[in-house]
DNA sequence: CATCTATTTAGACTTTTTTCTAAATAGATG
DNA sequence: CATCTATTTAGAAAAAAGTCTAAATAGATG
């Protein structure tokens, strides 16, 4: 959605985590969260969070949900913070 | 100090906004606080957050106290979400 | 179709964050 | 040196975020 809440999304270690995952593909709802001491309940919080941020796509097969990093907007974020570097003047 | 504190720093907006305040050079805290509608304490409160996260330098000239941007944190930042980016397996 | 599996939703609780007012500090100046 | 100006600190209050358990949903399968 909006630019806060893609950095907001950003800024809980375990979505950071969760993106990490994803960057080796694909993944489910199950398989994210048997990277982590939490219950299920709290994974699909965090990962509401992420896709309403747009940080990852979701696919239904099966009784699975499988989860994808989305990186454009991660490509955004990126814009943002090399313009904060540079331009100075 | 940790690469959660600079995340977290990042995820609130006004925050956001003093550093773009910073891209065009030093300013006092009284200067940034002019650009927001918040006391100065809560103002104080989001530099020392800033300052935490390694994101600003503050410099005390007379009784005033300037802050300025530093880049470097943004750098490490900006290696994080690349590496999230490209190397898809 | 009864039920098993994967995931999400609802509601409660705790912790963290953001903000304020009031007081404290620290340097500058009449 | 009394006090004015700039900023920070302390403490309180309110809002937001993160987590859990229990229940709901939704598809798969015997």
Redesign the interface.
Known sequence: MSF?DT??A??D?AR?EI??LL???KMSAGEIGSHFDMTGATISYHLKILKNADLVWETKVKNYVYYE?N?SV??E??LW?????G???
Chains 1, 2 share one sequence.
């Open positions: 806060a950095f907001k950003l800024s270690s950071r993106l990490q960057k080796d593909g990093l990186t991660v490509e974020i990126l913070l090399t313009e904060l570097t331009e100075k003047k």
